[in-house]
């Protein structure tokens, strides 16, 4: 996982080896798998998916108040 921060743009990666395609599904509640693209996907301002040769890394998105000099 990292997190980014550059001015007013928070952007969250995660990188897993599983398959390339990265696609919205209906959450099993017994499944151990299948919700990070809806966590992600109400509050992300642009959400994305980048390929490797093994795996992929999904991206979010977020803007910020935060400038510069503020805490």
Known sequence: MTLEL?????????RDTGSPFAALQAPDTLACSGRGLHLIRQPA???????????????????????????
């Not at 550059?6 to 995660?14: A, K, P, W, Y």
């Not at 301002?45 to 805490?71: C, L, S, Y």
């Open 45 to 71: 301002d642009d959400m994305g998916v980048t390929e490797h040769v093994i795996g992929k890394t999904v991206w979010a998105v977020f803007k910020t108040d935060r400038r510069p000099g503020r805490p």
């Open 6 to 14: 550059d001015g007013t743009v928070m952007r969250l990666g995660v």
